[in-house]
Structure formats: structure tokens, C-alpha cells
């Protein structure tokens, strides 16, 4: 089992940036996929950006693609969320997971792992 942490959110003014940081603890980290959704008032969780267990593939939702950047550490435990130039839109509660699966997947049902998300707002 992990156990996953959120931070780094906060609000942040349209064509801003913020970085969201991950800590995982528990089993190896390395094991995992990790992965970042978004919650919106009203709205579904949806996917946001994925990276395999080595870094080496990443994917994102195309409402995203070109502005964040999904990383990670494997010696600190930790993934992260780079967000550039956000935009009203991209408000919401943003949650880091863990799936074990080999392959990277954009379905939230493939993840066994949650972190308690973090609030991102960003003002026009």
C-alpha cells in the first residue's frame, strides 16, 4: 500500500503557474504509475497527466497538453505537476494517484491509490 500526499496548490492569477508536488510513502515507489486528476465543482474527475514507473512516457489530456509537464523522482518518492500558463478553466481540486498496472492509463478506475487532492483556483 502508499500512502499519497498533495502540495503546492493555491490561487494564482489567469497566464500564472503553480507547481503541485506528490510525496508518496509506503511501498516502493518505483513500483508505481502515477498519475494526476482533476475534480471541478459540479463536474466529474477527470484525467489530467500520467507517467510511467521510469519517467520515460507521459500523457495528457489535450486540455492540458503544451502547458503542464508531469514529472517525477524516484529517489525523493515524489511526482510532480508542473502548471504553466493556467487559465480560469483549469480550476479545481487536483488529485495525485497510484496505479500497478505496467502501462500508463488515463482511466480513473485503473488507479488503486489516492491522495486527499489539493485546491488550485485561478482568477481571471
Known amino acids: 500500500q502508499v500512502q499519497l500526499v498533495e502540495s503546492g496548490g493555491g490561487l494564482v492569477q489567469a497566464g500564472g503557474s503553480l507547481r503541485l508536488s506528490c510525496a508518496a510513502s509506503?511501498?516502493?515507489?518505483?513500483?508505481?504509475?502515477m498519475g494526476w486528476f482533476r475534480q471541478a465543482p459540479g463536474k466529474e474527475r477527470e484525467f489530467v497527466a500520467t507517467?510511467?514507473?521510469?519517467?520515460?512516457?507521459?500523457y495528457y489530456a489535450d486540455s492540458v497538453k503544451g502547458r503542464f509537464t508531469i514529472s517525477r523522482n524516484n529517489a525523493e518518492n515524489t511526482v510532480y505537476l508542473q502548471m504553466n500558463s493556467l487559465i480560469p478553466e483549469d480550476t479545481a481540486v487536483y488529485y495525485c494517484?497510484?496505479?500497478?498496472?505496467?502501462?500508463?492509463?488515463?482511466?480513473?478506475?485503473?488507479?488503486?491509490?489516492w491522495g486527499q487532492g489539493t485546491q488550485v483556483t485561478v482568477s481571471s
Open positions: 494517484a497510484a496505479e500497478t498496472n505496467l502501462v500508463p492509463s488515463r482511466l480513473r478506475n485503473d488507479y488503486d491509490y
Open positions: 509506503g511501498r516502493i515507489f518505483s513500483m508505481y504509475v
Open positions: 507517467i510511467s514507473r521510469s519517467g520515460g512516457v507521459t
